[in-house]
C-alpha cells in the first residue's frame, strides 16, 4: 500500500478466482496511503481497439484491446 506507479508499469497479473465469470483485477487510486480519509483518483486507459485506433477513456464492457507502443 502507498507505492507510487507510473505510465507503462505492470501492476498485476489477471486471473479469474472466486465467483468470478471473467479474469479480472481490482485495484484502488487514493490520493493517500489512509483508506479512510484519501480521496479517490480519476484514471482512464489508454489503448488501441481491434482496428487499431487509439482510444483514452475507460473501455466500454466486453471491448478487447492492447496497450499502444510505447
Known amino acids: ?10 501492476l498485476a497479473e489477471c486471473g479469474n478466482s472466486g465467483n468470478s465469470s471473467e479474469p479480472h483485477v481490482h485495484f484502488p487510486l487514493r490520493a493517500g496511503p489512509d483508506s479512510e480519509v484519501a480521496r479517490g ?5 489508454q489503448y488501441l481497439d481491434d482496428e487499431r ?4 477513456r475507460v473501455p466500454k464492457d466486453g471491448t478487447y484491446f492492447t496497450p499502444p507502443p510505447a
Do not use: Y
Open 1 to 10: 500500500m502507498g507505492d507510487r506507479v507510473g505510465t507503462g508499469q505492470a
Open 41 to 45: 483518483l480519476h484514471f482512464e486507459w
Open 53 to 56: 485506433a487509439e482510444h483514452t
